[in-house]
């Protein structure tokens, strides 16, 4: 605020919310205030209030007056009577000034004071100003003493180090030499001399300090007084673990302060330094064997060699590789690293979690007669339903039990004779093409049904295609026997044309005349069972794990998972942890064919088992495995394959002619036999067909028609021709949604035709290309060799002149020596005028290299040819 000459004023300053604390009353009188904001260092500011108050000024005659004044102001301030005198003085000093400058005397002491406040001011900035520069001073001066003694601290760590390792080293030596000393004694016979006594060493103060202990040192004192500064005054324990020296600690002002995180972690590092150094020590580390598959993660590599998971990730950053620990190395890696840690290395594969799940061979001692497996085929409505139901009424113990109350697929019956027979369902022969395609052929014997008022019909043609591929003996049951204008003789007539010749025409097939509606016969084809049974002698150890194949698997709402299984060796019971393909449980629960629970199932006995985590699939082999762990570790592995197994690239053989066809260009194994699967309209095409193609092979190459029969194409056709690698040949039939579904998922390709001469030209041509090019070499000229270069990073050049023909670049060529060929290769160079070029015709000179030879020489000469490869055809 400026202050006029035209009055006079003075300022009364005050707190806005104190009240006068100096005792005095209060003037009254006209007033105006207002509120000034004060800055301070530091960043403090606080408000006031400026009251101005107008007071009249009554100038005292002489100097009596104004010293009057001036002594009443002067015992306001305490000031003893007797210095009365020295303040007049000074009062008539002050009033001479004033009218010399030509203001009042109120205004100049006014002025005075702001002088004086303002030079009080100053100076304190300027020392809060040197404070803040010392306090800054000190702390830099204690960072650098912190520096020092963790750098002390470091080379007594790094001292201590040395020092016990040198021990450690003197003490293995002089064990050492005790022992030689120990030895050479006892070969002189002379008494082992004793050890000499163990010297006390004073314990290291590096070492103390390391464990927080204090040591006393000649000339500590002096360090930490100079460190302080000059004080002799002790470091308490709450000067030592203040932390961090800043500014406001300096000035005063912290007070308490707890212990700073740096310092807790030092005091970490030194306790994890203190128990390493205590577990070297102890004795040194064990070397273990580690197992070590194709991939596995740190994390596992470091449980496996007892490490801590941070050593081997700090190896790893070591070696310049930024990994964790979940992260996935190869097994020569692991190895690297096992090694490295001091541990030995044992190598397995990835598919050596199977090893052993099969078991051991089972001796002839232990194996027991078992009931054969039988399954039933047969063309649609020629009465292979009705004969099922006819055999499961024989069941004595389900006629007791009052009949099948459940069909799982597959059941077993007791005969009245005490023989047990296991039946497989497979309708439409999707399940058992299945299992043949996964090489699972678990049955025994094949009951073909064939209607005596139809004949021998597709379905019965397939059947037959898929008992011979399996191998198995074949009972022939001639059905509806009873029926008007049945001719069983005509079906045993028609069989001949597929190579199945029954007892009755000079054979080895069983052939029993039923009538599954009459019941009749069906004793005749069970005492046939049991003897094809006899002949085949079969047997199997029921005392040991169970294992057999997948019949068939479904999702049941209530139950859950549920597969129906067929035990083909050991006993399966209740609680055994059982692995089916890509899935694993344990038994909760074992059915019957009639729904009741069993403890056990023995060889060839189909029961139904609930606990499994998935459906397997249809033909996939089951095992007993000892744990739920093995179980575990086999079905991922087994998840793993199949997930490779199922991406197009990784399909290993695609049925298909254009991949044959590139597999021959591409200079593959030579394929001398082309499979295929034909199915037509009529039996007449698919005999033309299949003669067509015996037709046109030769000795070299021909065509195997694996099936050929009439209809559409189904399922099972496509898993015939995927199991044999076949492509299928459709001749005005068509494939169902199912089929191209699978055959699309199997890689299985479909050719449909309509006109028979284009179908027999494309497995003609495809044919074709299985057969080796044939190589013709045509001549196109000669050339002389004048003169032989010698050219740097080329080698030799002949200079030629053309006498007849042409000579192409790259072109065969023959080197002849006295009219004798002394080598045979392939013109590498070709040039003229030193421009490379790609022909030079008779009578012009040009430049020739050899590829891979230079022994060449003047008077040469050099014949060219050109080898053209013709493909062969079939006639």
Known sequence: MRIGRAGFCWYLVRMSDTKDTSGRKQSSGPRSSSTVKQSFSHGRSKKVVVEKKKKRVVNAPGGAGAGSGGARRSGKTGESGDDS?????QQNKIAALAKKLGITEAELKARQAALMKRREQ????EAEKQKEADARERLRDE???????EKEREEAEARRKAEEERKKAEEAEAKKRAEEEARSGRKKGAAPAEPPPAVETPPDPSA???????????GASQRDDRDRGGSSKPRGGGERRRGKL???????????????????????????ERRQGGDEKRGPKKSVEVTLPETITLQDLAQRMNERVGDVVKFMIEQGEMMRGNDIVDADMAELIATEFGHTVKRVAESDVEIGLEGEPDKEEDLRPRAPVVTVMGHVDHGKTSLLDALRQTDVVGGEAGGITQHIGAYQVNLESGDKITFVDTPGHAAFSAMRARGANITDIVILVVAADDGVMPQTIEAISHAKAASAPLIVAVNKIDKPGAEPQKVLTELLQHDIQVEAMGGEVQAIEVSALQKTGL????????????????KSNPDRDADGTVVESQLDKGRGPVATVLVGRGTLRRGDVVVAGAQWGKVRALNNERGKQVKEAGPAVPVEILGLDGAPEPGEPFNVVE??????????YRARQKRQVSGKASIAARASLDQLMNKLKDGGEEASELPVVVKADTQGSVEAISQSLEKISTDEVRAAVIHGAVGGISESDVLLAQSSQAPIIAFNVRANKQARDLAEREGVEIRYYSVIYDLIDDVKDTMSGMLAPEKRETFIGYAEILEVFNITRVGKVAGCRVTEGTVKRGCGVRLLREDVVIHEGKLKTLKRFKDEVPEVSSGMECGMAFERYEDIREGDRIECFEVEEIERKLD
């Open 85 to 89: 005198g020295a303040g007049g003085e």
């Open 122 to 125: 100053e100076a304190q900035r």
């Open 143 to 149: 960072q650098e003493r912190k520096a020092q003694e």
């Open 208 to 218: 103390l300090e390391a464990a927080g202990g204090r040591v006393k040192r000649k």
């Open 246 to 272: 800043t500014i406001a600690s300096a000035l005063g002002d912290d007070g308490d302060r707890q212990r700073s995180l740096a310092s807790v972690r030092r005091a970490r590092e030194r306790e994890r």
């Open 523 to 538: 004793d005749e084809l069970t005492e046939a069972i049991t003897l094809q049974a006899e002949l085949l002698d079969l």
């Open 627 to 636: 744990n739920e762990a093995r179980a575990r570790e086999i079905t991922e």
